[in-house]
């Protein structure tokens, strides 16, 4: 799935979304233009950050005039970011299933596909016993994820 197809599904058009990069330092910008989230989401997969993030529920589109439709690399500690007392709707309840592990290990293979098989436990329990809608299952690489 490209940047562009997972944003189109997690985001109705114009959801001021937070995009977070992980790095030497902490880098945030915050998108209305998802095109330009999509293209810049790629633009920084390029550089092989640790981590890549974007806010899933819908933030205060106050944020957006923060850094509108682009990202700060190593922000400073008066540069703010997304608080939770910043997201204004709730629309995804966020799963995320990780073996045991000490920080900075990966997990086996026998402990990832642990993972996976865990996940489509609860999704079926949330399915079937509170009537859940089906969620977007995704896999972590250490993991698995249900949106």
């Known amino acids: 799935m490209t940047p562009h197809d997972a944003i189109?599904?997690?985001f109705p058009p114009g959801q001021v979304v937070e995009l977070r990069i992980i790095d030497d330092g902490i880098g945030s910008g915050y998108y209305q233009d998802h095109e330009k989230l999509a293209a810049d989401?790629?633009?920084?997969?390029?550089?092989?950050?640790?981590?890549?993030?974007?806010t899933l529920?819908?933030?205060?589109?106050?944020?957006?005039?923060?850094r509108?439709?682009?990202f700060k690399m190593r922000l400073s500690k008066k540069d703010a970011?997304?608080?939770?007392s910043d997201i204004v709707h709730?629309?995804?309840?966020?799963v995320d299933i990780d073996p045991k592990?000490?920080?900075?290990?990966?997990?086996?293979?026998?402990?990832?596909?642990?993972?996976?098989t865990r996940a489509e436990e609860i999704k079926a329990f949330l399915m079937a016993?509170?009537?859940?809608?089906?969620?977007?299952?995704?896999?972590?690489?250490?993991?698995?994820?249900?949106l």
């Open 57 to 66: 529920n819908e933030v205060d589109p106050a944020l957006l005039s923060r």
């Open 101 to 116: 592990r000490p920080s900075g290990v990966s997990s086996s293979d026998e402990e990832h596909q642990g993972a996976l």
């Open 8 to 10: 189109s599904l997690l």
């Open 81 to 84: 970011t997304t608080a939770d």
């Open 41 to 54: 989401v790629q633009l920084v997969e390029g550089t092989k950050p640790q981590g890549i993030y974007v």
């Open 90 to 94: 709730r629309r995804w309840f966020p």
């Open 129 to 146: 016993t509170h009537g859940w809608p089906d969620p977007i299952v995704a896999d972590s690489g250490n993991g698995a994820h249900l």
């Open 68 to 70: 509108s439709n682009r």
